[in-house]
């Protein structure tokens, strides 16, 4: 069953501006991770944040993650158009799986 | 270089068919997946080998087989090819077993068509 839900299913903006996307999960996590895959590729790790973690930063993306309210948020500052892409949140259980999001389609114009 | 690598990319056949989708990691990790993206984009895992040896078989027809000969190779071959078969299929690696804090490493896919 799906565990992740993305919101907003698709995202444009202008270069230079910020991008967040949010994700919604249902049981209980052992970790997040977001994910972005260019039109025809295969998916690209992104970043990881622990259950126990509250806020991550890579470059120019923050993850934060909310436990009490099952939500995690991507922000990507300072867009650019390579930023163009699907990002996916993805959540592993205590079981074996690393179930995916529906995604969302950010679109980031020159 | 690739790190995971899958033949073909494009595989476009009629229904009643049998195909083999390849996938090959030169990253040393031990475990491999398949996952099935339908055209809505929504990825769903169908299988997963630890060590040659399966360890998650989602809810998947008889007619997808994986077969994984060493540790670095995990192959799926699907029989009797049916029109909702048409997806891309992703094969992945991670390091460890999956329940683990790895990050997993993706194929480019390969873009099954059945007509």
């Known amino acids: 069953s799906q565990q992740g839900e993305e919101d907003p299913q698709a995202l444009s903006i202008q270069e230079g501006e910020n991008a967040t996307m949010n994700c919604s999960y249902k049981t209980s996590i052992n970790n997040l991770q977001w994910y972005r895959q260019n039109s025809g590729r295969g998916l690209v790790h992104l970043i990881l944040i622990r259950s126990n973690e509250r806020e991550k930063h890579s470059g120019r993306l923050r993850v934060t993650l909310d436990t009490s309210k099952k939500s995690s948020s991507l922000l990507i500052t300072a867009s650019r158009a390579a930023d163009t892409a699907s990002y996916f949140c993805?959540?592993?259980?205590?079981?074996?799986?690393?179930?995916f999001g529906s995604g969302t389609r950010l679109l980031v114009r020159p | 270089d690739t790190a995971v690598s899958q033949t073909p990319k494009y595989l476009v056949t009629q229904m009643g068919n049998d195909k083999s989708i390849k996938c090959e990691q030169n990253l040393g990790h031990d475990t491999m997946y398949w996952y099935k993206q339908d055209s809505k984009k929504f990825l769903k895992i169908m299988f997963s080998?630890?060590?040659?040896?399966?360890?998650i078989n989602e809810t998947v027809p008889n007619r997808f087989s994986p077969k994984s000969p060493d540790k670095a190779h995990l192959n799926l071959h699907i029989n009797s090819l049916e029109l909702g078969d048409s997806a891309v299929y992703f094969c992945?690696?991670?390091?460890?077993?999956?329940?683990?804090?790895?990050?997993?490493?993706f194929g480019p896919g390969t873009r099954l068509t059945v007509l």
């Open positions: 993805a959540t592993r259980d205590s079981s074996y799986k690393l179930i």
């Open positions: 992945a690696s991670s390091r460890g077993l999956a329940g683990g804090l790895n990050e997993q490493f």
């Open positions: 080998y630890n060590n040659k040896e399966l360890i």
